[in-house]
């Protein structure tokens, strides 16, 4: 199961006071690791890269601020978004793997 984590580098004007995306990257890497071992893995894709499909969809949203970054998503499905809890995330990735 794969986990998306968007974002730039620079960080948003309201997220002064928060981690940058690729450290919630980071962070939540580590955290569903310790959790999940290998059966999730964290992936940031940077907003202003040059991409595709899904991925190229959610940035345009997040660039045109529809959406708030950084962005956390599973399987297509938003699961975080601004300062993302990890119990959500954990609570959507448990209810992916049970269903």
Same mark, same amino acid.
Not at 1 to 14: K, N
Not at 25 to 45: D, F, N, P, Q, S
């Given at each position: 199961?794969?986990?998306?984590?968007?974002?730039?580098?620079?960080?948003? !004007?309201?997220c002064a006071h928060?981690?940058s995306a690729r450290?919630? &990257? =980071?962070? $939540?890497?580590?955290? /569903?690791?310790?959790?999940?071992?290998?059966?999730?893995?964290?992936?940031?894709?940077?907003?202003?890269?040059?991409? !595709?499909?899904?991925?190229?969809?959610?940035?345009?949203?997040?660039? &045109? =601020?529809? $959406?708030?970054?950084? /962005?956390?998503?599973?399987?297509?499905?938003?699961?975080?978004?601004?300062?993302?809890?990890?119990?959500?995330?954990?609570?959507?990735?448990?209810?992916?793997?049970?269903?």
């Open positions: 199961m794969e986990l998306l984590v968007f974002g730039a580098e620079q960080l948003c !004007a309201s928060l981690p450290d919630t &990257a =980071e962070w $939540l890497e580590a955290a /569903l690791h310790r959790k999940y071992g290998e059966a999730i893995t964290v992936r940031y894709v940077d907003i202003y890269s040059e991409l !595709a499909g899904m991925e190229a969809e959610f940035a345009a949203r997040i660039r &045109a =601020e529809e $959406l708030w970054y950084p /962005l956390v998503v599973l399987n297509g499905m938003i699961v975080g978004e601004g300062s993302p809890k990890l119990k959500e995330i954990e609570h959507a990735i448990e209810s992916m793997q049970i269903g």
